[in-house]
């Protein structure tokens, strides 16, 4: 027991109370000489209390270090009264403090003041006997004590000295245990024990795990230096090699390409896959010698993997409101597409991914499918990509190469990728309906998986051999007909029609498109060439026969070439011209094409049929003549496999109402019946002529006209219903431009009337029937006289007697 412990207890029995000093992160032990830091003002007031009396002080350790203002329940209840050496208060208000420990003591009853913590305590001597037992264990101690310091290296050898000359046990347990670098917990535990044989096996128990945690930190830091070492021999060697060929002169080239490599592998973010796949080739390019043909093919093969976007992509521009300008100003109509597109758009703007469409546009040339893709990408704030695949016969064109064969590439794909750079790119597949299969293998089974949303975000490219996502990547495909598109292509993607323009809405793309840029492209300035709108429909009715303006704007061009052939002859670069339909034929030649017509007076035999065409609607006479013979029927004007039996069902129903009619019996044995449509090198096809037919071959027989300011179309069935027909609003279109003011349509189309633009319902008196004697009712004139030539007959009553019509 020290000499203060003495003066203590031989004081009254009532304790005596001290200021308490609370303590974080550290523990005070008997002997123990430490300095402190002391910043909250009730430590301060505790150590100047202490300093005006007998500089005593109760050194508690708190649970938990971050309470301020620790309360009775926050200190331990065994602490270490102790001596204030020294006190210097410094110049930020906190205070340095030098306390040395003398001996446990137990706090009895915590008084909390304004000023500080005061507190009676309870002095706790060490219970120390003589036992060789005792002194093994301060051996054991001792020796890992050792054991600990070499393994430490923050211990002087000075110090173990020192405390293994410490004779007393509880002392020499105490003295080891300050110095441990152990949770506060474990030193409070050890504090805590009274008894110094306990005391010591606690220690050597707590300080044998430490050693052992030393052991392995000590072997981990031995490999991570034998590791760094290797790696600077390298380095260094590496260096020295490298200055040794810079100052021969030399440069290994296929080593400097070696770490470029490895350098791209690392920025590329492949996928896993990819990495290990690059990774193997690499060590394989390493073993190859830098100019066999083996290298070449390695190496291209990593340049295109790390060229590849794994990573990188733009993201979305989520305003419809811009999107939608975007679109209006690059393309006028086209509805359809533009609506689909800004739900795809709204839908992005609420799910952060979603899986790209795949939009198939199909229609006829020139429409604006392909820049409606660019359009597309700029309203969403994507690049744009485009791979043509008409003529394209090769499955590899698609999927690529295997790296077996000389010239190995990957398919149009992941070249169109590579190209544009991002993951996320407008990707348009031009002309999907012109690829063709041969032995090389169908390339249109190949887009399956490529269009396939199911599929596409693993999408095995031959050449790469490594999966690549396609998943972000919105595809357009473009198509003249479904036709030829297979179907299984054909369901995976999201088909959006795109008809024909209207005469009006080409007139309104020359005025807003064609004419503006055709100005700018031959350098004439703003407002110093005027089109009328005569003019622009001239062009359209004379000069072109197309569904798109493609012809159009090279008409356009044709013009302003003259023009500017004009200005340039007469010296006049300020001159304004006014082209108006006069001028065209002057600066164009003469007209081309003559649009179908009606007739101006109502024939026999003579119908106004209304069929659909690659480049639009047209207006199809459809001619028939009764001629003596034995009952045969004569199809003529290249007429395909469908219409003739549409011409056979037509010939049918009439037969079935021969006495509505008002024929014979037997009229037809007696007669030969010729149809024709003109134009007879133009190949036609299909049963939508099959009602204009029957009523053809029904006036004919029965000698009346038929009413030609109409127009019809529909197919036949045998008992005289009207079957639905395509292309209607490209029919109407036609019949408008010929002057036509009634239509016939099949009832079931009615509906699609709404696809048709209000100025053209406008202009037509539009039927829906749903029989054929509907039709002959509208068609044919029974009361009108028809001047016949003075050298036929009628046929009818008399059939030996021919009638040309």
Same mark, same amino acid.
């Given at each position: ?601 109502? @024939?026999? =035999?003579?119908?106004?049929? #209304?069929?659909?065409? $690659?480049?639009?609607?047209? +207006?199809?006479? !459809?001619? /028939? *003549? &009764? ?109 408008? @431009?010929? =002057?036509?003011?009634?239509? #016939?349509?099949?009832? $079931?189309?009615?509906?699609? +009337?709404?696809? !048709?633009? /209000? *100025? &053209? ?45």
């Amino acid at each position: 027991m020290t000499e203060l412990s003495k003066d203590l207890t031989s004081e009254s029995p009532k304790p005596e109370t001290f200021p308490v000093l609370p303590l974080r992160d550290i523990v005070i032990f008997p002997y123990m000489v430490t300095p402190l830091f002391v910043g909250r003002p009730r430590s301060i007031n505790a150590l100047e209390w202490a300093m005006e009396h007998d500089k005593l002080v109760l050194l508690v350790t708190q649970r938990d270090p971050k309470t301020d203002d620790p309360l009775a329940g926050d200190l331990y209840d065994l602490g270490t009264l102790g001596k204030v050496v020294q006190m210097l208060k410094l110049p930020d208000g906190t205070v340095k403090v030098l306390v040395e420990g003398d001996v446990r003591a137990r706090l009895i009853d915590l008084e909390y003041t304004d000023e500080c913590i005061f507190s009676s305590l309870q002095l706790l001597p060490d219970h120390e006997s003589d036992s060789t037992e005792q002194e093994a264990l301060m051996r054991s101690v001792n020796s890992t004590f050792e054991s600990y310091a070499n393994l430490s290296k923050k211990i002087p050898a000075e110090m173990v000295t020192s405390i293994a000359g410490v004779a007393e046990p509880g002392r020499f347990a105490d003295t080891i245990v300050a110095h441990l670098t152990v949770q506060i917990a474990d030193k409070q535990e050890i504090l805590e024990e009274m008894d110094s044989l306990l005391r010591l096996e606690k220690l050597l128990s707590l300080m044998e795990r430490e050693v052992e945690i030393l052991q392995i930190e000590k072997k981990i830091r031995n490999r991570v230096k034998s590791q760094m070492e290797r790696s600077q021999k390298e380095y260094y060697l590496n260096e020295q090699m490298r200055a040794i060929q810079k100052e021969l002169g030399e440069k290994d080239e296929f080593k400097q390409e070696i770490r470029e490599l490895e350098e791209k592998i690392e920025k590329s973010r492949m996928s896993k896959e990819a990495t290990d796949k690059a990774d193997a080739e690499l060590r394989k390019l390493k073993m190859m010698s830098p100019m066999s043909a083996e290298a070449t093919v390695v190496r291209n093969y990593i340049d295109w993997l790390v060229a590849l976007p794994w990573k990188k992509g733009t993201k979305d521009q989520i305003d419809l409101i811009k999107a939608e300008e975007i679109l209006e100003e690059d393309h006028y109509g086209l509805e359809k597409v533009k609506e689909r597109i800004l739900e795809y758009l709204a839908v992005q703007a609420l799910v952060k991914k979603i899986k790209g469409p795949i939009l198939c546009l199909v229609g006829p040339p020139g429409v604006g499918k392909t820049s409606l893709g660019r359009s597309v990408a700029r309203a969403m704030g994507r690049k744009f990509v485009r791979v043509s695949l008409g003529g394209v016969r090769d499955e590899a064109e698609i999927r690529g190469h295997r790296r077996t064969y000389i010239g190995a590439m990957p398919g149009k794909v992941i070249q169109g990728l590579r190209k544009v750079g991002v993951r996320n790119p407008v990707f348009l597949l031009d002309e999907v309906d012109k690829m063709s299969t041969d032995f090389r293998g169908d390339p249109s089974s190949a887009l399956l998986e490529v269009l396939d949303p199911e599929q596409n975000n693993a999408f095995g490219d031959h050449f790469l051999d490594v999966d690549y996502d396609l998943s972000s990547v919105m595809f357009i495909a473009t198509a003249n007909t479904l036709q030829s598109i297979p179907g299984p292509l054909r369901d995976r993607m999201e088909v959006i029609r795109i008809e024909g323009y209207t005469e009006e809405e080409k007139v309104h793309i020359a005025e807003r498109y064609l004419l503006p840029k055709q100005l700018e492209t031959h350098g004439l300035k703003k407002g110093q060439v005027k089109f009328s709108e005569a003019a622009l429909l001239e062009i359209v009715r004379r000069y072109t026969r197309e569904a798109g303006v493609r012809n159009l704007e090279r008409e356009i061009a044709n013009v302003f070439r003259k023009i500017a052939r004009e200005v340039v002859k007469a010296d006049q670069l300020g001159k304004r011209f006014l082209v108006g339909a006069p001028q065209i034929k002057k600066y164009l030649g003469v007209p081309r094409y003559s649009f179908g017509v009606r007739e101006d007076e109502h @024939r026999i =035999g003579l119908v106004n049929g #209304l069929a659909w065409t $690659e480049v639009g609607g047209e +207006l199809l006479n !459809v001619e /028939v *003549t &009764i001629l003596p013979g034995k009952g045969n029927l004569t199809v003529t004007g290249k007429l395909g496999e469908v219409m003739r039996e549409s011409a056979q069902a037509a010939l049918s129903y009439v037969r079935s109402r021969w006495i509505e009619l008002g024929l014979e019996k037997d009229f037809y044995s007696r007669v030969d019946i010729h149809i024709h449509v003109p134009e007879g090198a133009i190949p036609k096809d299909g049963p939508s002529a099959g009602i204009t037919m029957a009523t053809a071959i029904a006036s004919a027989l029965t000698g009346l006209a038929v009413d030609q300011d109409l127009a019809m179309t529909g197919e036949i069935t045998l008992r005289g219903r009207v079957l639905a027909i395509g292309g209607l609003k490209e029919k109407l279109l036609a019949a408008k @431009r010929a =002057g036509i003011h009634r239509v #016939l349509i099949p009832q $079931e189309n009615e509906k699609n +009337l709404e696809e !048709v633009p /209000v *100025t &053209i319902l406008r202009a037509l008196k539009i039927r829906a029937v749903a029989h054929m004697d509907e039709v002959l009712d509208e068609a044919i004139l029974g009361n009108f006289p028809v001047p016949v030539p003075a050298d036929n007959a009628d046929y009818v009553l008399n059939p030996e007697k021919s009638v040309h019509h």
